[in-house]
């Protein structure tokens, strides 16, 4: 059997899902676990692994696919540099489609702008190259994982000494994020009493987070020693494939029966303690940290990169700064008038993310915001808690 | 442009000379005759082509008249295991076959861009008249039209099928069943890497091959052997096996279960699809059919399209009574729908299901 196999084995997964079923029974509560990065949502959900643990853990979806949490203010900054004379957008598939406040880059392509759409940023380097007389812009989103591949373009076009190549800068990175979320609900009386924001006793609190395998590498496991030091919250770093998630679900478990906080690597075939620090070396070499706007959760500090000044010839918000400008003030105009603006305040999605709301709570859901028009992240991504509630509900006996 | 008229093919495929289409192709005069001779007619053999009328009349066939149109536009227009052309006669004949009929006559209508070298006319030409050959079909009337560089994109090709439906074919949604098992006549996803990876330069997938085929002899031979046991037929093309299932789903108003474990997807579309965050259940195909057949046929569905060379043809699922209703008939979220409501779902292989849903267009590479 091959090495994928083994992780895909039914026996040992119908083995794990007793286990955790055990395990929670013996607990007396259901667990509510976050799988913070969304390859390991679309893992969980394509192995139907969510069904599997339905009503004993609770998986819920975190902030950990790039493309959904990108604000709105920077898919508009995007969709303006598509429309800007002379500019070409190049980006990864999926961003394509996620509405800014004046639409998506989709729809500015059908407008006659030029989107095109890369499996790396090396491609959009090689395709500069290629054309000197228009300017390519390169969308930087990603977390830890993307950053060292866009660094490595960066270096390219350094080398090349292309003049009609920048970038524009929505990196996120992730432990920031993941602070940002547990404080609200951990910061005042930890988990279980009446959290600041509108928090319910009586609501799951997150018992532990599944923690990304591949930004994992890169960062080390040891970036998140804080989970467990300071909010006294376990977690594990997993692998992608079923017996990996479900390990993980089983050792939060445990964790949470035994009462121990601690943050296993369960991914060591990739994952170390340091992370890859070579991967950080060039990524520091060309960014800085810098405060980033999340959708749904608002201004971050220190949780995105842009360019180092010394940089700023790649810095397409720099070299474009008029274009982008023009673009926002038009979105922010047409926000206030169509009371885009409004919805946005409105949107609880950090609230749904952090447990302490329902998705149906959510005044928005179903109504303004939709999978068709999503309003804040957990819509946007198809798996989103939002997005799968609305999908699923009335299958639950089914799914 | 300057085209030398003197030196046009005279023999075989790939003889273009380096010619050039020109506007002038398409004025309908001289040029446009040349054209249609040199590249078509020596391909297309078919007497009811040949006079060149305003029409092609056909004699008359046997059962209803099946009829079906369908655009080509597919870039690149040669990819690894098919083109444009072969692709524009297998999606119509397909389209015509799981109707349950025989396909017997396609039109060809070329929109082609100005500036597009014979040769490549006469390869697609050539293809066509293959793929035509191997769905025993005629091609019996066309059309060709040249646009300005830039009014389209390099060729774009127009068939139209008519075929006669097969004595003792019952077929259509309102005849499937609860217990009704789903037949699916090979491996899935194919067509679309082997496209995406010309598309995109992705070498790492270069070894998958389109599956670009006529599948009107498999459905034929079904309906021959097992008449109205068939009961709803469909080629999973654009949206792949799991937008088909969706629509017999939506068709029939029954839950339509497949088992992930019995899908036959090829280990390099497999590995294509995981570097690339693809779902093989949503890539196109374009040489398989997903037929819906009575649970007492099943086997032998599965055995006849083995014996026609199909061997990875397998039962993937069945069609069940929808248990899911509605509470209330309202959701929480206001959104009155209809009781029952039927879905399509995959049972993982770990006992888990998932619930399919169609694309919303078409199916992006993730970055996360």
């Given at each position: ?41 679309v893992a969980v959900s394509r192995s139907g692994l969510r069904g599997l ?318 999978p ?10 198809t798996e989103?808690?939002?997005a799968a509630?609305y999908r699923y509900e009335g299958r639950g006996d089914r799914v | ?67 079906t149109?369908d ?19 297998c999606g119509?004949?397909n389209d015509l076959a799981v109707a349950g ?68 074919a019952d077929i259509g949604p309102s005849r499937v069943r609860p217990g009704d098992r789903l037949v699916l006549s090979g491996p899935v996803g194919q067509h679309g890497v ?17 599956d670009c085929a006529?599948v009107?002899?498999l459905t034929?031979?079904l309906i021959?052997?097992l008449?109205p046991a068939v009961r709803w037929m469909r080629d999973p093309t654009r949206g792949g096996l799991a937008t088909v299932v969706c629509e017999l789903a939506e068709e029939t108003g029954l839950d339509v279960f497949l088992e992930e474990e019995v899908i036959p997807v090829p280990?390099?579309v497999a590995?294509?699809c995981?570097?690339?965050g693809l779902d093989p259940l949503y890539l196109a195909n374009e040489g398989k059919v997903l037929v819906v057949v009575e649970e007492a046929a099943a086997q032998?569905a599965v055995?006849l399209l083995?014996?026609?060379?199909q061997?990875d043809a397998a039962v993937v699922g069945r069609v069940e009574e929808v248990v899911v209703r509605t ?10 729908r209809p009781e029952p409501r039927p879905g399509a779902y995959l049972r993982t292989p770990y006992g888990g299901t998932r619930f399919l849903e169609r694309l919303a267009g078409e199916q992006l590479?993730?970055?996360?």
């Amino acid at each position: 059997m091959s090495r994928a196999g083994d992780f895909r084995d039914p026996a040992l997964v119908k083995a794990l899902v007793a286990a955790v079923r055990r395990d929670v029974e013996a607990l007396g509560r259901p667990v509510t676990l976050m799988e913070v990065c969304g390859t390991h949502t679309v893992a969980v959900s394509r192995s139907g692994l969510r069904g599997l643990l339905h009503g004993f853990v609770d998986l819920r979806s975190g902030p950990g696919c790039p493309v959904c949490v990108t604000s709105e203010t920077d898919l508009d900054r995007m969709v303006a540099l598509a429309l800007a004379p002379g500019t070409v957008v190049v980006t990864f598939g999926d961003m394509v489609r996620v509405p800014g406040t004046v639409g998506t880059l989709e729809e500015a392509r059908a407008a006659g702008a030029d989107v095109r759409v890369v499996y790396s940023a090396e491609g959009a380097v090689r395709a500069a190259a290629e054309e000197p007389e228009r300017l390519f812009v390169f969308l930087g989103v990603g977390f830890e994982t993307t950053q060292p591949g866009v660094a490595l373009a960066l270096r390219e076009a350094d080398r090349l000494g292309l003049e009609n190549f920048c970038i524009l800068s929505a990196h996120k990175t992730l432990p920031q994020a993941l602070r940002a979320l547990i404080e609200p609900a951990a910061g005042g009386d930890a988990r279980g009493g009446d959290a600041p924001g509108g928090g319910r006793a009586d609501r799951p609190r997150l018992d532990g987070f599944i923690l990304p395998g591949h930004v994992s590498a890169v960062i080390g496991r040891r970036a998140y020693d804080f989970m467990a030091d300071e909010y006294g919250l376990p977690g594990a770093v997993a692998g992608f494939e079923p017996v990996d998630i479900l390990v993980a679900v089983r050792e939060l478990v445990r964790s949470v029966r035994a009462g121990r906080a601690r943050v296993l690597n369960l991914y060591s075939r990739v994952v170390r303690e340091e992370g890859n620090p070579r991967a950080r070396a060039i990524v520091d070499r060309f960014f800085e940290p810098c405060p980033a706007e999340w959708r749904g959760l608002g201004t971050i500090p220190a949780s995105g990169l842009k360019l180092r000044p010394e940089w700023e010839r790649f810095d397409a918000s720099v070299r474009l700064r008029a274009a982008l400008e023009d673009g926002l003030a038009r979105a922010r105009a047409r926000a206030q008038r169509t009371g885009h603006e409004r919805l946005r305040r409105a949107c609880r999605c950090g609230d749904v993310l952090r447990g302490e709301l329902l998705p149906p709570e959510c005044p928005l859901f179903g109504r303004s915001c939709t999978p068709v028009r999503p309003v804040g992240p957990c819509m946007v991504s198809t798996e989103g808690s939002c997005a799968a509630y609305y999908r699923y509900e009335g299958r639950g006996d089914r799914v | 442009m300057n085209v030398d008229r003197e030196k046009g093919p005279r023999d075989g495929a790939g003889r273009g000379n380096g010619r050039r289409v020109t506007l002038a192709h398409g004025a309908g005069g001289r040029l446009t005759a040349e054209l249609v001779r040199e590249v078509f007619l020596k391909h297309f053999q078919s007497r009811h082509l040949a006079p060149l009328g305003d029409s092609a009349l056909v004699p008359p066939g046997g059962g209803r008249l099946a009829l079906t149109t369908d655009g080509f536009v597919v870039d690149p227009l040669f990819f690894p295991g098919g083109d444009i052309g072969r692709l524009a006669v297998c999606g119509t004949v397909n389209d015509l076959a799981v109707a349950g009929a025989a396909p017997a006559y396609l039109t060809a209508s070329f929109i082609i861009e100005e500036g597009l070298p014979f040769e490549v006319l006469e390869r697609v030409g050539l293809s066509m008249a293959r793929a035509a050959e191997e769905a025993g079909v005629e091609v019996v009337t066309g059309d060709t039209k040249v646009v300005e560089r830039g009014g389209c994109d390099k060729l774009f090709i127009v068939t139209s099928g008519v075929g006669f439906v097969l004595p003792g074919a019952d077929i259509g949604p309102s005849r499937v069943r609860p217990g009704d098992r789903l037949v699916l006549s090979g491996p899935v996803g194919q067509h679309g890497v082997a496209v995406l990876s010309q598309r995109e330069g992705l070498g790492f997938a270069s070894s998958v091959r389109s599956d670009c085929a006529p599948v009107a002899g498999l459905t034929t031979r079904l309906i021959e052997e097992l008449g109205p046991a068939v009961r709803w037929m469909r080629d999973p093309t654009r949206g792949g096996l799991a937008t088909v299932v969706c629509e017999l789903a939506e068709e029939t108003g029954l839950d339509v279960f497949l088992e992930e474990e019995v899908i036959p997807v090829p280990s390099d579309v497999a590995a294509a699809c995981e570097l690339l965050g693809l779902d093989p259940l949503y890539l196109a195909n374009e040489g398989k059919v997903l037929v819906v057949v009575e649970e007492a046929a099943a086997q032998r569905a599965v055995d006849l399209l083995r014996e026609a060379g199909q061997a990875d043809a397998a039962v993937v699922g069945r069609v069940e009574e929808v248990v899911v209703r509605t509470p209330g008939g309202t959701g929480a979220h206001g959104d009155r729908r209809p009781e029952p409501r039927p879905g399509a779902y995959l049972r993982t292989p770990y006992g888990g299901t998932r619930f399919l849903e169609r694309l919303a267009g078409e199916q992006l590479p993730r970055i996360c």
